[in-house]
């Protein structure tokens, strides 16, 4: 927390205490987890519907992927995407979706929601992630649906020259950091309302586009898996992360990415304060909230 803190403090947002601002600093993330159990336990926790139906169409074509090798991970570049329904209690019918993008090395996260997928559609918000992107990105990781396993989709990465990867049917974890972020940048944000009015669509997508996106990639840290050991004698498995970390600090940090690029981020970090971007975020939310309320669907969570 410590990077937030200095930045809610050079926009005059906090003043601390020197014990305060200590233990704040220090405290792990199964301390800080424990003392946020209750606010989580009174939000409640709902489940959604999966839509994926997986395709025959090019599997024996496209290269199986079941985890990303070293160099992958801190090469920035590398994306798992997948698509989050908005669909509520029922699959029937016309819903908007998200289209989630991850950056394994960096975390660096896009998001765009549309009504009514299809092959062509995903392509397009694919490729518009793409350039959201500040850097170059050279492969793309899905699951086994139809939206993904296609022909238009196929073509765009041979057109695009990125490598096309693909998941192992019915093995989630080969898309675990995307399944990650899928719950907490989308379902934490949007909820599981279900969501069926264009204009509603495109007031979301005005979220993903500024206060979302900034926030996420900007202020959010995420921890990345250093290692992973197996006691052979209990079966306990013990896991070390590495420092939380911001997606924009990840990137300063990257020799991979050019300059400029980096000259870029940091005057766009300067101008922005996190607690106005978060009162904007919960304001827009308070106006899809009401039209969803109008026609009597799901409220969407307000931070």
Known sequence: MSEMILKLAHCNELSL????????????????????????????????LGGTKTSPLLKTLVLTRTSFTDAEKS???????????????????????????LDIATHWNEKTIFMNKC???IVSRTDQLIKQVPYSVC???????????????HEYCARKKLEFTRGRS???????????????SV???????????????????DLYQNEIRLLTNFFYTTMKLKSKEKDLKTGISTKIYEEAKTPYRRVLESDKIPLEMKEALRL?????????????????????????SQKKETKIYTP
């Open 139 to 153: 492969s793309l990781d899905f699951d086994n649906g139809y939206e993904f396993m296609n022909w238009k989709m």
């Open 119 to 121: 092959a062509r559609k």
């Open 268 to 292: 766009i970090y300067q101008k922005l304060n996190p607690v106005i971007l978060h009162k904007e975020l919960a304001r827009k939310l308070t106006i899809i909230n009401d039209l969803i």
């Open 75 to 101: 090469a920035p570049g590398h994306l798992e995407l997948d698509c989050v329904l908005h669909c509520g209690d029922s699959l029937s019918g016309s819903y908007a979706e998200t289209l989630n993008a």
């Open 17 to 48: 205490g020197s014990d305060d601002e200590l233990l704040l600093t220090t405290a792990s993330h199964f301390t800080l987890n424990s003392l946020l159990e209750n606010v989580r336990v009174a939000q409640g926790e709902t489940y959604g």
């Open 170 to 184: 019915y093995h989630k974890n080969d898309q675990a950091h995307i399944e990650g972020k899928n719950n907490h």
């Open 187 to 205: 379902r934490k944000v949007i909820g599981y309302a279900r969501i069926s009015d264009p204009h509603i669509v495109i007031l979301i997508e």
